[in-house]
């Protein structure tokens, strides 16, 4: 594999190069871990078999190869390799490269701007894109670890094909290790539990795992390093979360599903995940409490009122001890009882109210504080319910004229089992009078 990789350790002026820099793929057959989207019927294997290049967006978490695929496909396909961070480059750096494309153009010879971070663009920044990709002067790759769907203009994404690359498993980093062992031409000093744990602190970033390759190959050790060895010379990576982007939404969603689907260890783990990024807990106590709400409801009525006195706990402990009253919380969701019968019913209630408008409630029900509203009767022929046969007159509260709905529907679970009884007492009792 000598022909494949730039393993020389300095660039022409000198200086050092690192590991992961080195070891760049120059062949697109050589990536490791993007298969599927390479595969002659994946995405990008099947616009290069066609030769019909068109602009992508390739959207994955760090250290996956988005920069060595453009730069891969760009010699691939014979275009001009020009890379932007978005991080660095303004509108007119912008101008000075589309004019150089369209020269490039003018003399027959493509150009694939590389643009990473392409998220960081403003809305104008990335309007600025649009005309020099229509009139193909340009070739856009943009690399991106947000959701394009949240961070990118409708306009460039309708012109660009979204390209999934997939985070590194770990037989995909072993296979790096390996081909990093055999370009520095000597094994890594681990064994083969520390090699394991080497991997996992990687996280699936390839970027990451060569750095820390690179880290523990310039050791001078005697014999080959276990785990707790290796753990006291290195720090594990910090998880990937951005608290205000996808991983924050993901990881939410995996918490509340994982609630819904009574299983508290995984819902456990996902609060963890949350907290162990940097996530603030009063968002999740708030969202915790929005579970006890939505999917318990009244099949255990003392849910809501675990999750707010877990909540106040943590407003007066802080952290970390006011976590595991959020903890606890979360356990006793995922184990309570489920129904989502009143959040149903609500959005049901809501949906009739704006189909009905401005229905008044019927006469026997309206307020009567003057007598001139007495006289227009209203109030006239209310029924006091605690006057009435078993505290329950049966009266209709619906606006006159509207056919009686049933949004309140509860199952057979927890305490809505007996709430269920006593909607069917009042529905008998209600028809036995109408009829009578």
Same mark, same amino acid.
């Given at each position: 594999?000598? #022909?494949?990789?730039?393993?020389?350790?300095?660039?022409?002026?000198?200086?050092?190069?690192?590991?992961?820099?080195?070891?760049?793929?120059?062949?697109?057959?050589?990536?490791?871990?993007?298969?599927?989207?390479?595969?002659?019927?994946?995405?990008?294997?099947?616009?290069?078999?066609?030769?019909?290049?068109?602009?992508?967006?390739?959207?994955?978490?760090?250290?996956?190869?988005?920069?060595?695929?453009?730069?891969?496909?760009?010699?691939?396909?014979?275009?001009?390799?020009?890379?932007?961070?978005?991080?660095?480059?303004?509108?007119?750096?912008?101008?000075?490269?589309?004019?150089?494309?369209?020269?490039?153009?003018?003399?027959?010879?493509?150009?694939?701007?590389?643009? #990473?971070?392409?998220?960081?663009?403003?809305?104008?920044?990335?309007?600025?894109? $649009?005309?020099? %990709?229509? #009139?193909?002067?340009?070739?856009?790759?943009?690399?991106?670890?947000?959701?394009?769907?949240?961070?990118?203009?409708?306009?460039? $994404?309708?012109?660009?094909? =979204?390209?999934?690359?997939?985070?590194?498993?770990?037989?995909?980093?072993?296979?790096?290790?390996?081909?990093?062992?055999?370009?520095?031409?000597?094994?890594?000093?681990?064994?083969?539990?520390?090699?394991?744990? $080497?991997?996992? %602190?990687?996280?699936?970033?390839?970027?990451?795992?060569?750095?820390?390759?690179?880290?523990?190959?310039?050791?001078?050790?005697?014999?080959?390093?276990?785990?707790?060895?290796?753990?006291?010379?290195?720090?594990?990576?910090?998880?990937?979360?951005?608290?205000?982007?996808?991983?924050?939404?993901?990881?939410?969603?995996?918490?509340?599903?994982?609630?819904?689907?009574?299983?508290?260890?995984?819902?456990?783990?996902?609060?963890?995940?949350?907290?162990?990024?940097?996530?603030?807990?009063?968002?999740?106590?708030?969202?915790?409490?929005? %579970?006890?709400?939505?999917?318990?409801?009244?099949? #255990?009525?003392?849910?809501?009122?675990?999750?707010?006195?877990?909540?106040?706990?943590?407003?007066?402990?802080?952290?970390?001890?006011?976590?595991?009253?959020?903890?606890?919380?979360?356990?006793?969701?995922?184990?309570?009882?489920?129904?989502?019968?009143?959040?149903?019913?609500?959005?049901?209630?809501?949906?009739?109210?704006?189909?009905?408008?401005?229905?008044?409630?019927?006469?026997?029900?309206?307020?009567?504080?003057?007598?001139?509203?007495?006289?227009?009767?209203?109030?006239?022929?209310? =029924?006091?319910?605690?006057?009435?046969?078993?505290?329950?007159?049966?009266?209709?509260?619906?606006?006159?004229?509207?056919?009686?709905?049933?949004?309140?529907?509860?199952?057979?679970?927890?305490?809505?089992?007996?709430?269920?009884?006593?909607?069917?007492?009042?529905?008998?009792?209600?028809?036995?009078?109408?009829?009578?």
């Amino acid at each position: 594999m000598a #022909d494949l990789f730039d393993r020389t350790a300095r660039d022409p002026a000198g200086a050092p190069r690192p590991l992961a820099d080195r070891l760049r793929p120059a062949r697109l057959v050589d990536v490791i871990g993007q298969e599927r989207v390479l595969s002659p019927d994946g995405p990008l294997g099947a616009m290069l078999k066609a030769g019909s290049l068109s602009s992508v967006i390739l959207w994955g978490p760090p250290g996956v190869g988005k920069t060595t695929l453009a730069r891969l496909i760009a010699a691939e396909t014979d275009l001009e390799f020009v890379q932007v961070s978005a991080i660095f480059t303004g509108v007119p750096d912008l101008r000075k490269l589309f004019e150089a494309a369209r020269l490039r153009s003018r003399e027959g010879r493509g150009t694939l701007l590389f643009v #990473d971070e392409i998220h960081r663009f403003n809305k104008a920044q990335q309007d600025g894109f $649009l005309p020099y %990709m229509e #009139d193909g002067t340009i070739v856009l790759v943009g690399a991106t670890t947000e959701n394009p769907s949240f961070e990118l203009n409708a306009a460039l $994404l309708s012109r660009a094909q =979204v390209i999934v690359l997939e985070r590194l498993t770990p037989a995909h980093l072993e296979r790096l290790a390996q081909r990093a062992e055999r370009a520095l031409g000597r094994a890594l000093p681990l064994t083969g539990e520390a090699r394991e744990a $080497l991997v996992a %602190m990687a996280d699936g970033d390839g970027r990451a795992l060569l750095n820390l390759v690179e880290q523990v190959m310039a050791w001078e050790v005697g014999q080959p390093l276990a785990p707790a060895e290796l753990a006291r010379r290195l720090n594990r990576r910090a998880a990937v979360y951005d608290k205000g982007g996808e991983a924050h939404y993901n990881l939410i969603s995996a918490l509340h599903k994982a609630v819904r689907g009574s299983d508290p260890d995984a819902a456990l783990y996902w609060l963890a995940r949350m907290l162990e990024g940097g996530e603030d807990p009063r968002f999740l106590a708030r969202r915790i409490t929005r %579970m006890a709400a939505e999917d318990i409801g009244l099949a #255990d009525p003392q849910a809501l009122s675990l999750c707010l006195a877990a909540w106040d706990s943590y407003e007066r402990m802080g952290s970390p001890e006011g976590e595991l009253a959020l903890a606890g919380a979360v356990v006793w969701l995922a184990l309570a009882p489920k129904s989502n019968a009143v959040y149903t019913a609500f959005g049901a209630a809501r949906a009739a109210a704006r189909e009905t408008g401005s229905l008044p409630p019927p006469g026997h029900i309206l307020n009567a504080p003057t007598r001139l509203m007495k006289s227009l009767g209203y109030g006239a022929g209310y =029924v006091y319910d605690h006057d009435a046969e078993d505290g329950f007159s049966g009266q209709d509260y619906f606006p006159e004229g509207m056919t009686r709905p049933v949004f309140y529907l509860p199952p057979e679970r927890g305490m809505e089992r007996e709430l269920k009884k006593r909607l069917d007492w009042f529905a008998r009792q209600r028809a036995r009078r109408r009829g009578g």
